[in-house]
């Protein structure tokens, strides 16, 4: 399952005991992404070993298991909270490789509440939506296909279809093998420990010195980097206009970019008090700058378009406000 991810990864395999195994894994340093599909019992040993592998930077992925929903309280490896717990889901494409069309949740993903406290980096996210912990550790953390509809090859040819978590977890390790040979390439050293950076997804993003803590950029710079690891491209990405647009019934309001005129820019305004609508654009050499609309918010997304593109406004100047043309 790794090498379908990652064809060209060197698999190592350690067989033995636990405490053994994850001690030799941590000493010899060598695997970068660690994956593994069972679960057991563990003691201070092998925690200590994972904590090495958080100071080394070694990413480990455990599979959350096919069991469906567990029971409260565990403190083995499947909510261990120095390892990435993987759960699965149903993928649904169009046809046989064909292009994505949804995935839920596999209905044997395996997850819950584990035993051990909150992380510091689960800290903060909502748990009202998921029924989750406020205190425990609230486990999967990521999840990758798991259905039954995974085609393979064993046994000198041998093919039938495969499934679980066991799948999952292989894939994870496979994938952030990609993560971390182009990390390596551009920064000289491997991403490690996956977890914080996953939570902090959708939290707060810099980038180039401005702030991020919506969305739509977020799902952008993730498109990115899908994008450059699927080797279909290699755009970088660029700064996104902060925009929101307030969702409270009979309110509409649109706001993106600096909506606060200064030196060099200026402000087009429009009031119709007898619609209730407002809209204010500030303008600064030929450009949109930022957008505030109230009422009427039908070309918040034109706006932001042409403001993430830095378009030449000077020929739209006298219809801006009026909105993007329609068609005939």
């Given at each position: ?13 350690y ?21 593994l ?42 909510g ?6 993987v ?40 748990m ?40 999952s ?43 991020f ?100 406004i ?15």
């Open positions: 399952m790794t090498l379908s991810m990652a064809p060209g990864a060197t698999i190592l395999n067989e033995g005991n636990g405490d053994d195994v994850f001690n030799r894994i941590a000493s010899d340093n060598l695997a970068k992404q660690i994956t599909s069972y679960g057991f019992g563990i003691d201070e040993t092998i925690v200590q070993d994972f904590m090495e592998f958080v100071a080394q930077g070694q990413s480990f992925f455990q599979a959350s298991g096919d069991g469906g929903a567990d029971l409260p309280g565990g403190t083995g490896l499947t261990m909270p120095y390892a990435t717990i759960g699965g889901t149903s993928l649904t494409t169009a046809s046989g490789g064909g292009a994505w069309i949804s995935e839920t949740t596999w209905n044997g993903s395996g997850g819950g509440v584990s035993g051990y406290g909150m992380p510091n980096w689960q800290q903060g996210v909502s009202s939506a998921n029924l989750g912990s406020t205190v425990s550790r609230n486990y999967p953390d990521v999840a990758m296909v798991a259905d039954v509809v995974i085609w393979w090859y064993f046994k000198n040819g041998q093919g039938s279809t495969v499934g679980g978590t066991s799948a977890s292989p894939q994870w390790a496979g994938f952030m093998a990609l993560v971390n040979q182009t990390s390596v390439a551009q920064t000289g050293q491997t991403v490690g420990f996956l977890n914080p950076a996953i939570y902090a997804i959708g939290e707060c993003v810099q980038h180039r010195g401005k702030t803590g919506l969305v739509a950029p977020l799902l952008e710079q993730a498109r990115v980097c899908a994008t450059y690891l699927a080797e279909r491209g290699t755009r970088g990405y660029r700064t996104s206009q902060p925009s929101t647009q307030l969702k409270v019934s009979g309110i509409q309001v649109f706001s993106a970019g600096n909506h606060h005129a200064g030196p060099g820019s200026e402000s087009l305004v429009l009031r119709d008090p007898k619609r209730g609508i407002y809209k204010r654009l500030v303008i600064e050499q030929d450009k949109i700058r930022g957008a505030v609309l109230y009422g009427d918010v039908r070309d918040g997304g034109w706006y932001l378009d042409l403001m993430n593109e830095g378009r030449n000077g020929a739209l100047r006298d219809q801006l406000l009026f909105g993007a043309p329609r068609p005939q």
